[in-house]
């Protein structure tokens, strides 16, 4: 992002400066928060097209004033680390709501729809990204597909990451969860890294509990930041090995508690926050950057502090120019607020417009439509006896959902068996478990069995199933099952709850069966309708549509499922339904 | 600069981090000063190649081990802005007076030799410190010529910029001198900091003493630095406004004890040390960053900032990954000081091979020879007649010198005339001055006057004179100023003292008129020679040399001499010696 167009444009900006040329508009008497400084101090700063001009008591006129009477104006804040499809909307609603929030610019891995689509993907999300109030800067996903355990919709090879990092909006190489691959040299792996440090941008890391050599080894690869210290330990043994510390406070994920306590006044430019995953009821009532710099400071962080890794620090590890603070030049991508507690937005300058008032969105955003995102799920024609599993008179392994985690326990049982079929056992609370391909018509169902759901008829469906986000669907009987995944496969992907022969509710997900095409209020009221639907089918879960959703990831222990069957990932294999 | 060469190489580089090969250098009981966190603890550092592999008690073997026994491990020093030029040495001897004293790193700014021979000049620094265990950065002269009124050998214009910034080692756009240039919006100033932003590389400011809405528009422009505070205000100002900080500590400018109150906690990582301008006697007995790190620690800083302050924040503002820091990955530039006060260095790892070892020189330094940069002395046949100056029956303006500073004054006086020709009165210490055009054999001679040199007999010359380096001559006899000039002309440049008919010392500067091929110590042997023989002629200034040089400079009040005639700076332009 070129801070500016061209030369007349420059010079422009500068007799606006220098008070020669009259800039658009003046926000007067606000109290600035400088992050370079650390400053809090009264002062007034001029607004010119999308840039700020001057910072300064000497700015007095402009052909609009805006006398803020003491409010406090901040740089509009940054997330280093989300996945927009987490919250299920489309960029454009994704917008819409976290702007009231005072989130200016986001750096999006768009890691699920690769697993759908490929470069095709993330092409969809950087074209359905242009010209929002909100700069959408993305990392390319580095480890499309997951694994060999499991039939993704797409790919992203070396060729597609050379053709991705000529986009000036992508500023790197995405978390690299395949840290094994990193240790172990695999060549695909350093491969990427070395295309991407030679187009001079960034590699972030994901490295949970990486330690000692292999966390050195990691490191020394050229891999930059981490967002997955789970301890003070793991956090301070990355900061002093060179690492950013990407402080992660989502909707699942929650780290901020626990690694505060490790910013000080000599390491915090190092640190900064991100969301990672924000589901839509999350960003819309409890808020996004703004949320967590509020707990932030609730926990005794100051606030300069907090805005500093809310906004500068962001931008400097991504080397982002012109952003994350307030000075000549810089993109006028402010926020008002009334106090450094509440962190309330009155509110939001987005390149120089005022695009939030009071909570009120005050510009009009496109949405954008491509077609070549619709219509993705492609699956063989089913039938209930698809969703049959033979007995073979042996045990079987069931996934035990622990409550809230998404690693899951392994156990071993004696099945419900009838007439020669295992049976959901609502009484042990034993039910049947698939994960329908959905991409490439193979015709794959993997089968098995999930302990902790909690429902006593019908079925529950979903297309959102990381990190390949085939169907996944848990029933208590077959025609159910069915029915779920037909509806699934009729909405383009998206959730649904079944029972009764009837479809209770569902929430269609057209854009690559993860996004949604509606607003985020619509889709919070459908998410609710779904939930209540579930919970009549006896659920126990606060979401179920999240706890199946990691159902089918295999690089998280212990057992889960995937189209190609049940996955033992301490084995890292696929291994039988039945004991030996 | 890529951190790693290939995809073996960081294959291999991971096993040694992962501790599966053994590395070169296991760098044992070293008390860490770790940039990152801002602590310092006992572990060991493992080398490989010209890489650290990885840091951790972990680490215990290697071909080589080094048992430090406490002593401290910091990174190797960066100085942000220099010329080196100034040193009088070629880029292999100025590497071999820095090495010893700990600095790894510099970004240079060729601004001298610019001047002489355009972009052929950087070209030459560019080869010149090829292969040198000193990484040398440029930043591309952003004024050459500095003005009109003044006759340069060459010229950086736009499509020089864009040539150059192609270079890997060229970071982007040197200290914008012409700072009106910039606020007046001149079109070829604005290109240039266009062009270099286009190229993703940073822009350097020079703005002493810019206050309030010309630095807001100075700054909008994209200016991102500046190292000419000389003030608390004046950094404090710049500061808040998004510029990163140079604290100056050099030969002739001294800024650190003042500038030194400015930085906190809040701040100082936008803060880092420069030397601009270090003269060879100093860079060898004072020394060079490690002498600007001693000194802050004596004026209260900590350690351990100060030690940040001439590494990573450095770093971090050219960009240069894997530099400034010791972390996996890094390239190991590192230095073993005894102790955190005197700073006094033990050893200099550049990239992973010892090149110092108590205070000796462990490699061989090429030398490199470049016909083309040598003979740019051209001028036209001289005689003693062309310094006549004739009387005109008027008052005349001088040119005097203020003691250790760079500005001058204007005098204006009834000159002493002999035969119709006004000659030097060395009894009111009026001297004749002149400034002989050396690149285009213009002929071009200004003539002019000086108070302040002391010389009783005889003449002193050089082939320094910014920013053109023509030469300029301060005698007090025709026949002298005569000979002079021809020993400057006979030697393709240099410094002299001529007397009595003859030659009492001169160094040659051969290389663009500028730069010794011999060794520091061999210049400043030389030099003490010529100050010596200065001095035997009366003079009773430190450094004769020094104060010539910067007589010709008219950019600078009050009042200069060029080869096209005397300049009145605050009028900017060619006035008459005489007074009407």
Same mark, same amino acid.
């Given at each position: 992002?070129?801070?500016?167009?061209?030369?007349?444009?420059?010079?422009?900006?500068?007799?606006?400066?220098?008070?020669?040329?009259?800039?658009?508009?003046?926000?007067?008497?606000?109290?600035?928060?400088?992050?370079?400084?650390? /400053? %809090?101090?009264?002062?007034?700063? @001029? $607004?010119?097209? =999308?840039? &700020?001009? *001057?910072?300064?008591?000497?700015? +007095?006129?402009?052909?609009?004033?805006?006398?803020?009477?003491?409010?406090?104006?901040?740089?509009?804040?940054?997330?280093?680390?989300?996945?927009?499809?987490?919250?299920?909307?489309?960029?454009?609603?994704?917008?819409?709501?976290?702007?009231?929030?005072?989130?200016?610019?986001?750096?999006?891995?768009?890691?699920?729809?690769?697993?759908?689509?490929?470069?095709?993907?993330?092409?969809?999300?950087?074209?359905?990204?242009?010209?929002?109030?909100?700069?959408?800067?993305?990392?390319?996903?580095?480890?499309?597909?997951?694994?060999?355990?499991?039939?993704?919709?797409?790919?992203? /090879? %070396?060729?597609?990451?050379?053709? @991705? $990092?000529?986009? =000036?909006? &992508?500023? *790197?190489?995405?978390?690299?969860? +395949?840290?094994?691959?990193?240790?172990?040299?695999?060549?695909?792996?350093?491969?990427?890294?070395?295309?991407?440090?030679?187009?001079?941008?960034?590699?972030?890391?994901?490295?949970?509990?990486?330690?000692?050599?292999?966390?050195?080894?990691?490191?020394?690869?050229?891999?930059?930041?981490?967002?997955?210290?789970?301890?003070?330990?793991?956090?301070?043994?990355?900061?002093?090995?060179?690492?950013?510390?990407?402080?992660?406070?989502?909707?699942?994920?929650?780290?901020?508690?626990?690694?505060?306590?490790?910013?000080?006044?000599?390491?915090?430019?190092?640190?900064?926050?991100?969301?990672?995953?924000?589901?839509?009821?999350? $960003?819309?009532?409890?808020?996004?950057?703004?949320?967590?710099?509020?707990?932030?400071?609730?926990?005794?962080?100051?606030?300069?502090?907090?805005?500093?890794?809310?906004?500068?620090?962001?931008?400097?590890?991504?080397?982002?120019?012109?952003?994350?603070?307030?000075?000549?030049?810089?993109?006028?991508?402010?926020?008002?607020?009334?106090?450094?507690?509440?962190?309330?937005?009155?509110?939001?300058?987005?390149?120089?417009?005022?695009?939030?008032?009071?909570?009120?969105?005050?510009?009009?955003?496109?949405?954008?439509?491509?077609?070549?995102?619709?219509?993705?799920?492609?699956?063989?024609?089913?039938?209930?006896?698809?969703?049959?599993?033979?007995?073979?008179?042996?045990?079987?392994?069931?996934?035990?959902?622990?409550?809230?985690?998404?690693?899951?326990?392994?156990?071993?049982?004696?099945?419900?068996?009838?007439?020669?079929?295992?049976?959901?056992?609502?009484?042990?609370?034993?039910?049947?478990?698939?994960?329908?391909?959905?991409?490439?018509?193979?015709?794959?169902?993997?089968?098995?069995?999930?302990?902790?759901?909690?429902?006593?008829?019908?079925?529950?469906?979903?297309?959102?199933?990381?990190?390949?986000?085939?169907?996944?669907?848990?029933?208590?009987?077959?025609?159910?099952?069915?029915?779920?995944?037909?509806?699934?496969?009729?909405?383009?992907?998206?959730?649904?709850?079944?029972?009764?022969?009837?479809?209770?509710?569902?929430?269609?997900?057209?854009?690559?069966?993860?996004?949604?095409?509606?607003?985020?209020?619509?889709?919070?009221?459908?998410?609710?309708?779904?939930?209540?639907?579930?919970?009549?089918?006896?659920?126990?879960?606060?979401?179920?549509?999240?706890?199946?959703?990691?159902?089918?990831?295999?690089?998280?222990?212990?057992?889960?499922?995937?189209?190609?069957?049940?996955?033992?990932?301490?084995?890292?294999?696929?291994?039988?339904?039945?004991?030996?």
């Amino acid at each position: 992002m070129a801070l500016f167009k061209n030369l007349e444009n420059l010079s422009e900006l500068i007799k606006v400066a220098k008070g020669e040329i009259k800039g658009d508009i003046l926000l007067k008497n606000v109290n600035l928060v400088n992050v370079f400084s650390g /400053e %809090i101090y009264k002062t007034n700063v @001029l $607004l010119w097209k =999308e840039f &700020i001009a *001057g910072v300064g008591d000497e700015y +007095n006129e402009a052909h609009q004033v805006i006398d803020l009477e003491g409010k406090y104006l901040l740089p509009g804040f940054i997330d280093g680390h989300i996945h927009i499809e987490s919250s299920l909307l489309c960029p454009s609603e994704f917008a819409k709501l976290v702007l009231p929030h005072g989130t200016t610019s986001i750096i999006a891995d768009p890691h699920e729809i690769a697993n759908v689509l490929g470069e095709k993907g993330i092409e969809y999300m950087l074209r359905a990204s242009e010209n929002l109030p909100l700069d959408i800067y993305f990392m390319i996903p580095s480890c499309v597909p997951a694994t060999h355990m499991e039939t993704a919709g797409g790919e992203i /090879e %070396i060729r597609n990451i050379e053709n @991705l $990092l000529k986009e =000036e909006r &992508i500023l *790197g190489l995405a978390e690299i969860m +395949n840290f094994p691959g990193v240790i172990f040299g695999i060549p695909e792996v350093l491969k990427k890294i070395k295309i991407t440090k030679e187009n001079k941008k960034i590699v972030d890391g994901h490295s949970p509990g990486l330690s000692g050599q292999n966390l050195q080894a990691y490191i020394s690869a050229g891999i930059e930041s981490d967002h997955e210290c789970t301890t003070r330990e793991e956090a301070e043994e990355k900061l002093r090995s060179g690492m950013r510390i990407m402080i992660r406070e989502g909707s699942a994920a929650k780290n901020l508690e626990e690694l505060l306590p490790v910013v000080n006044e000599k390491n915090y430019h190092r640190c900064f926050f991100v969301s990672d995953d924000k589901h839509p009821e999350d $960003l819309l009532h409890q808020g996004h950057i703004n949320y967590i710099v509020r707990k932030a400071v609730k926990l005794g962080l100051s606030p300069v502090r907090a805005i500093q890794m809310a906004t500068l620090n962001t931008a400097q590890y991504f080397n982002l120019k012109g952003k994350g603070a307030i000075a000549p030049g810089y993109i006028a991508d402010l926020l008002i607020v009334e106090d450094l507690s509440d962190f309330n937005i009155n509110k939001v300058f987005k390149s120089g417009k005022l695009v939030i008032n009071e909570g009120k969105l005050m510009v009009n955003i496109p949405h954008y439509e491509d077609l070549s995102v619709l219509n993705t799920v492609h699956i063989k024609s089913v039938s209930p006896d698809n969703f049959i599993i033979k007995d073979k008179g042996k045990k079987v392994k069931v996934i035990e959902i622990i409550p809230n985690q998404i690693v899951t326990r392994k156990l071993i049982i004696e099945p419900k068996v009838e007439k020669g079929e295992i049976i959901s056992d609502t009484e042990n609370d034993i039910l049947k478990l698939a994960i329908v391909e959905r991409h490439k018509n193979t015709g794959n169902i993997g089968l098995g069995l999930v302990k902790g759901f909690g429902i006593k008829k019908g079925a529950i469906a979903s297309s959102v199933a990381h990190d390949s986000h085939n169907i996944v669907v848990v029933g208590v009987d077959n025609y159910s099952m069915y029915l779920a995944v037909e509806e699934i496969s009729k909405m383009g992907g998206g959730f649904v709850v079944v029972a009764d022969g009837e479809i209770k509710a569902s929430l269609p997900l057209p854009i690559a069966g993860l996004m949604s095409n509606e607003s985020g209020e619509k889709v919070i009221e459908k998410l609710k309708k779904l939930l209540k639907s579930a919970m009549d089918l006896g659920s126990q879960i606060e979401n179920p549509f999240i706890t199946l959703s990691f159902l089918a990831l295999p690089v998280i222990p212990q057992l889960k499922l995937t189209d190609k069957g049940l996955v033992d990932v301490d084995k890292f294999e696929i291994v039988s339904l039945y004991e030996d």
